[in-house]
């Protein structure tokens, strides 16, 4: 274990020191970033084929059909439609949002922004990324097994994914890529916490940290603490399905002594509900920042919102049981969790309320970054609306398992970390790489995401509420439903075109590494320390650790006398 | 922060942190467990025996042992005479690998005595739980390897790293002393 000293280490001379098993942050951020591309891509293709057979069930997919589903003559199958639903939340969960977010933000951001040359420990950061990679290659792997992948969804609840509901190897493979993937996210947090706790920059206290490093801070600590329950989640139903253990069989299949597949639940939500806040909590702090950065005032509050941001990490850790009031819990309980998942709104609502502040009469500057963040205001207040009535277990009893359920958390989830991430990327692409992302192309991009995505999350509301059951291959075959078909057809229309975009999106990216406009130190005119130094930074980050004298929301201020409206967060705050 | 002080707490706190990580695992198993416990109507259920207190007994004081060695490796190098220290982190590994060989015999018995993995809840919490602590134990064993390789005077930080294998050893004890009371004595 080599202990960080924040000394300068000599710079890699070959090519795979250099860019494969690097112990720099920047370049295993960039690994990182290009893996949860990769299977965002992935996992986006795999949601155009499930709407593509909800929108038409038993037509053949266009173009690609008759090369993937030959046997069938182009249709997606029953059985493959719920591997797809399977592996496009695990992979867009774990494999795309997670490395983007958590692994390329997090490894990029937290250092330079507090002023460190590196993360604590490189060595244990290098491995990280190459546990991910194992896991996603041991994913992808059954995708190509006899029987197929994981079909038990991304919950993966038993009997659904015992040996009665998936007898196949993909279950197990499924187990065995998750738990390798939970290594490598604790090693990531034993890095993330130990390095914002020991290597910030000399005066820099906690509230002076930018809020996105807050975020993925709370974010590592959540990580630490829950990955591990899922872990021996996992590991319990590896055990059931190739040792013949029965934790998870009940009645019958169980031969004496009764296993409980509710426990599964249990121990998946314990872990579940806090992770999708692992999830969310680095978005809203991008987001945080980004706002007062571009409406070129301080962040409303700040001190407040990070206290919001800590106190739903530590509540999201007591309100699991919301997602299992249909499970014959006693009412106490119901009724405990219920309270409890309403407690959460009040921090949530300062949180909100201070984005709103931070905007409120700023000069704001359109660029690519803050209209995303703008839209992630937009699409989370409804994502967090829609929260209160499956909160609400008399709604969520009527609501539960219906399509509802799933705009509710491709609005929070899905929508909201997805356009906070496309932020992060148009914000700090100029850093990474040294050049500046099309701007025209961006805005392009910006509404052509934006304006389907709300026709896609929407409309799955609306089918939801009007009944429509989530995970069914054919809903059609329920008479009650077919007049849901012209807003299925409208959500498979705007994912299509959604899709689309996002080539705008690749294209900007790589035209932009090879040919964008070079980038200057600070293209942005922001205070944050990691604008202080070249665009891309030299490979020791700082050559002198800077000195931290004043907050990362230092804008507008009416006192400056030096011709901009921002302060370095080196400079000495300016008083009238 | 002194250079020095900082990557003392470094170490300190991921060390912690893989603890917590790891209490949080065996909090989980040991949180169904208590839920299989009391929702069945008898323990251990109808037609399946106990398993005899020898083995488990044994291994516990052998584990004992083991970590009461562990102690004395850091009080010797506390007191900077590591070739003592040497000496008892030998019997550390020792009485480690003793404890692992008695968890083996301890399988050989379950199963010579019918008690199969596949053989309901009862077996399949006392053989995977213990699985699961044999393989942390394995990775303890390698923390004390390499604290083997380390114990030298030019070692930076060597009492911080010293300690911090020292308390995951102790870790990996309490976790059993659990196991022993929980799986084996009532
Ligand atoms: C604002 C407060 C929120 C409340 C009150 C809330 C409440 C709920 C409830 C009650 C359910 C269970 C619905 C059911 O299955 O019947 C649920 C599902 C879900 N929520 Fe939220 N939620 C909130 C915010 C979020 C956020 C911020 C995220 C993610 C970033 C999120 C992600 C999810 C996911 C992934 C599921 C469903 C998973 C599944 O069943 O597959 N929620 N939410
Ligand atoms: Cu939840």
């Known amino acids: 274990m080599s202990g960080g000293y924040n000394e300068i280490h000599p710079e890699p001379t070959t090519f795979w020191s250099k860019y494969i098993f690097s112990f720099d942050h920047k370049v295993i951020a960039k690994q990182f970033l290009w893996y949860g591309i990769f299977f965002l891509g992935v996992g986006g293709l795999m949601a155009l084929l499930i709407r593509w057979t909800l929108a038409n069930p038993g037509v053949p997919v266009p173009l690609i059909g008759n090369i993937l589903f030959s046997g069938s003559g182009g249709v997606v199958p029953p059985d493959t439609y719920a591997m797809l639903f399977t592996m496009h939340g695990t992979i867009m969960i774990f494999y795309a949002i997670t490395p983007i977010l958590i692994g ?68 197990t493979l499924w187990c065995v890529a998750i738990f390798i993937f939970g290594i490598s996210s604790t090693m990531g947090a034993v890095n993330y916490v130990t390095t914002v706790i020991t290597l910030r920059a000399p005066g820099m206290g906690y509230f002076d940290m930018p809020l996105t490093v807050w975020g993925l801070w709370l ?297 964008g406009e070079k980038a200057t130190n600070n293209p942005w005119e922001v205070g944050t320390l990691e604008w202080t130094i070249p665009s891309p930074p030299p490979h020791h980050n700082y050559d002198i650790i800077p000195v931290v004298k004043c907050g990362p929301h230092e804008l507008g201020n009416p006192n400056l006398k030096t011709g901009r409206d921002f302060q370095y967060q080196t400079e000495e705050l300016v008083q009238a | 922060m002194s250079t020095r002080g900082r990557s003392e707490l470094q170490i300190n706190l991921a060390t912690n942190i893989v603890i917590i990580s790891m209490a949080m695992l065996f909090a989980t198993l040991f949180m169904g467990y208590a839920i299989y416990r009391s929702s069945a109507p008898v323990w251990p259920p109808m037609g399946v025996q106990r398993v005899s207190l020898l083995l488990p007994s044994l291994s516990t004081v052998v584990l004992f042992i083991s970590s009461f060695f562990c102690y004395q490796v850091s009080v010797s190098t506390k007191k900077n005479e590591l070739s003592k220290g040497h000496k008892y982190l030998n019997l550390t590994i020792l009485f480690g690998v003793g404890f692992m060989v008695l968890q083996g015999l301890l399988w050989n018995q379950m199963k010579s005595s019918g008690l199969f993995v596949s053989s309901g809840i009862f077996a399949s919490i006392t053989y995977a739980f213990t699985w699961i602590h044999f393989a942390h134990m394995v990775a303890g064993l390698l923390a004390l390897l390499y604290l083997k390789k380390i114990l030298k005077p030019e070692t930076v930080n060597l009492l911080t790293k010293t300690s911090s294998v020292e308390n995951f050893w102790y870790f990996l004890e309490i976790v059993w002393i659990i196991m022993f009371i929980t799986l084996f004595v009532f």
């Open chain 1, 104 to 171: 390329a933000f997090g490894n990029y951001c937290i250092p330079l922004m507090i002023g460190a040359r590196d993360m604590a420990f490189p060595l244990l950061n290098m491995l990280s990324f190459w546990f991910a990679f194992l896991s996603g290659a041991v994913l992808l792997l059954s995708l190509f097994i006899p029987q197929g992948a994981a079909a038990g969804g991304w919950t993966s609840y038993p009997t659904l994914s015992t040996l009665i509901g998936s007898p196949g190897a993909g279950q």
């Open chain 1, 219 to 515: 974010t590592a600590i959540l990580n630490a603490i829950f990955v591990p329950v899922l872990g021996a989640g996992v590991i319990l139903l590896i055990l059931d399905r190739v040792f013949g253990t029965t934790f998870f069989l009940a009645g019958a299949s169980a031969t004496s002594g009764s296993g409980d597949p509710v426990l599964f639940q249990h121990v998946f939500w314990i872990f579940g509900h806090p992770e999708v806040y692992i999830l969310i909590l680095p978005a809203w702090g991008i987001v945080s920042d980004l706002l007062s950065f571009f409406s070129r005032k301080p962040a409303f509050g700040a001190k407040a919102t990070a206290l919001s941001m800590t106190s739903i990490s530590i509540l999201s850790t007591l309100v699991y049981g919301h997602h299992m009031f249909t499970t014959q819990m006693s009412p106490l309980l119901t009724q405990s969790f219920m309270t409890l998942t309403m407690t959460i709104s009040i921090p949530s609502a300062i949180f909100f309320a201070n984005w709103l502040g931070t905007i409120w009469k700023g000069s704001i500057r359109f660029d690519s970054p803050m209209l995303f963040s703008l839209g992630v205001v937009f699409v989370f207040g409804l994502g967090g609306l829609t929260g209160l009535h499956l909160g609400t277990t008399t709604t969520d009893l009527f609501l539960h398992d219906t399509y509802f359920v799933v705009g509710h958390f491709h609005y929070t989830m899905a929508a909201s970390v997805l356009l906070g991430g496309f932020a992060g990327i148009y914000f700090w692409f100029p850093k990474m790489f040294g050049r500046m992302m099309h701007e025209g192309l961006a805005k392009v991009h910006f509404w052509g995401t934006m304006i389907p995505l709300n026709g896609i999350f929407f409309g799955m509301l609306l089918v939801g509420y009007g009944g429509m059951h989530r995970r069914i291959y054919n809903p059609f075959i329920y008479e009650s439903l077919q007049r849901l078909i012209p807003v299925n057809n409208l959500i498979t229309t705007s994912a299509i075109l959604m899709g689309f975009f996002q080539l705008v999106f690749v294209y900007n990216l790589i035209k932009s590494l090879l040919s």
